[in-house]
């Protein structure tokens, strides 16, 4: 186990255990977010119960968030600045329509609040188009 993981857990409060280190550690190396049963194949030994309660313990406590896209939950590992009771999940989801990835575009940031009349704490946006390695692809 990295001493990363290690660190992300206790400042999360979340119990180690041999299936959420892999789970954990396995969110760290990809770079789109994944759905359940993308997370099934890899670890296809698995019980899918127990991947999605890992999961929903690692949501609550703010160190995944979900995104939706085409009616299919995927999950991402979240910034260090999230917590349990608020995501800081301020920025644009991107879907690409050909390679079916969806990606968290942290550059594209929102805002808190507007105009002090409210607080924002959750925004889910959702663009759909082609993404930059698909584009250049094409080329």
């Keep these: 186990m990295k ?8 400042g ?7 299936m959420r ?12 977010a994944l759905s359940l049963s993308d997370i099934e194949k890899f670890f296809h030994k698995a019980d899918k119960v127990t991947i999605y309660r890992t999961l929903q313990t690692f949501q609550e406590k703010g160190l ?5 896209d085409e009616n299919v939950v995927k999950y991402k590992l ?4 999230c917590a349990e009771e608020n995501h800081n999940d301020r920025h644009l989801h991107f879907y690409c329509k050909n390679c079916k990835e969806t990606t968290c575009r942290e ?8 105009d002090n009349q409210l607080q924002i704490d959750e925004i889910q946006i959702l663009a759909k188009g082609i993404c930059d390695k ?4 094409s080329l």
Excluded: G, W
């Design 107 to 114: 550059e594209i940031i929102f805002p808190e609040s507007m």
């Design 64 to 68: 995944v968030h979900k995104i939706t």
């Design 21 to 32: 280190i892999l789970i954990y550690e396995y969110l760290e190396t990809v770079t789109a």
């Design 78 to 81: 979240c910034a260090e600045t």
């Design 3 to 10: 001493k990363a993981t290690e660190d992300a857990f206790a």
């Design 134 to 137: 698909c584009l250049r692809l």
């Design 12 to 18: 999360k409060n979340i119990r180690l255990t041999t």
